[in-house]
């Protein structure tokens, strides 16, 4: 069994794409700040994070579906919001998956940290 952590994070964007954003999340009535950042954080990271330590095989890709599917529905999302035809960005519906395929994405997750400076061209 786990124990607790204590998790803290603290950030003083200076983009104001990134300041529109964690203004949005602050002021959020509907869900808490956790909530908000929880959600979008665990759609991508929680698969990475079991298929490290897990050795059960049919856990990682129960989590793995369950993930995709709260990201099929993020996708579907922003795309009403942003007016978008489902047809420019729809994703196929099947998604192999393999050991090898895992044993890629650990090792990526490990070898090359995320980096989302990529992300500042279209901010």
């Known amino acids: 069994m786990l124990k607790q952590i204590d998790f803290r ?3 003083q964007p200076c983009k104001l794409m990134d300041i529109k954003l964690m203004s949005y999340i602050q002021s959020n009535l509907i869900q808490s700040k956790t909530e908000i950042i929880l959600v979008a954080v ?10 490290i330590d897990s050795e059960d095989k049919k856990d990682v890709q129960s989590i793995a579906r369950s993930c995709i599917q709260t990201l099929k529905i993020q996708a579907r999302e922003i795309g009403e919001l942003a007016g978008l035809e489902e047809s420019s960005w729809a994703f196929p519906t099947q998604y192999p998956v393999n050991n090898k395929s895992l044993e890629k994405v650990s090792e990526s997750s490990v070898n090359n940290p995320y980096d989302d400076t990529g992300l500042s061209n279209f901010f």
């Open 42 to 51: 665990r759609s991508f990271w929680l698969t990475h994070a079991i298929a």
């Open 9 to 11: 994070w603290r950030y």
